[in-house]
């Protein structure tokens, strides 16, 4: 079946030790999105590719980078995590031709220690 | 700006109809959509609805969409235990390029 795939599902990290969440998908979709979401909030975007085209939501720490080498992967670089980064990173993946349909993966549940 | 408001919390009995509402603010968005979050899991779309459509229904599930009082609502006939979940109402931002998520309306559904 056609999925978006996250790994890990549950990651621990230290504070100020770089982390990196990984996603794919076999859907061959053009759009990657990368969300935070904190308990019992809605999903924030963080960033989205379009293609290979990456477009950083204006309010989006620095401290959070992303990678996309090819069309199947999408990386989050949290370069320093603060306690303040705990939360759910979910990836989502559209097709530009499907109104913005997002399919998302399970989520990485991040903790930091 | 541009904000989705949800209800937090609904609370019905197995086999009643449950109704989550949700305002947005963004009149020209072209789609509108419902998401489901089981504990612990990614978002699931549910279903989503166009503009230019007042009503949409999917098995158990009907969406109505009021453009003029920006209001959505998703209705889930003959709920489940299993429809325990957190529903989100989503709308399309004004660039186009990624939906903006209500924070959710928790659903507990008791036997």
């Known amino acids: 079946d056609a999925m978006v795939i996250q790994n890990p599902r549950y990651q621990v990290t230290q504070f100020g030790k770089p982390v990196t969440l990984s996603c794919s998908q076999t859907l061959n979709h053009n759009v990657m999105y990368w969300y935070q979401q904190k308990s019992s909030q809605a999903p924030k975007l963080l960033f989205h590719?379009?293609?290979?085209?990456?477009?950083n939501e204006a309010d989006t720490p620095d401290n959070f980078q992303s990678r996309r080498p090819n069309t199947s992967f999408c990386f989050l670089d949290i370069r320093s995590p603060g306690l303040g980064d705990a939360a759910m990173y979910l990836c989502?993946?559209?097709?530009?031709?499907?109104?913005?349909?997002?399919?998302f993966g399970p989520g990485t549940r991040l903790t930091v220690t | 700006g541009e904000d989705v408001e949800q209800s937090l919390f609904l609370s019905v009995r197995e086999g009643d109809s449950s109704v989550i509402n949700c305002t947005y603010t963004?009149?020209?968005?072209?789609?509108l959509y419902w998401y489901k979050q089981e504990p612990g899991a990614g978002l699931q779309l549910l279903t989503y609805?166009?503009?230019?459509?007042d009503m949409k229904q999917d098995q158990r599930l009907t969406v109505l969409l009021n453009k003029k009082d920006k209001h959505l609502s998703l209705r889930i006939a003959d709920t489940q235990t299993g429809d325990s979940a957190i529903y989100f109402c989503?709308?399309?931002?004004?660039?186009?390029?990624?939906?903006?998520f209500g924070k959710g309306t928790t659903l507990s559904v008791s036997s």
């Open positions: 590719y379009y293609d290979k085209d990456f477009n």
């Open positions: 963004d009149s020209s968005s072209t789609y």
């Open positions: 989502a993946t559209s097709s530009r031709d499907r109104g913005l349909e997002q399919y």
């Open positions: 989503a709308e399309i931002n004004q660039a186009g390029t990624a939906l903006i």
């Open positions: 609805i166009f503009s230019n459509m």
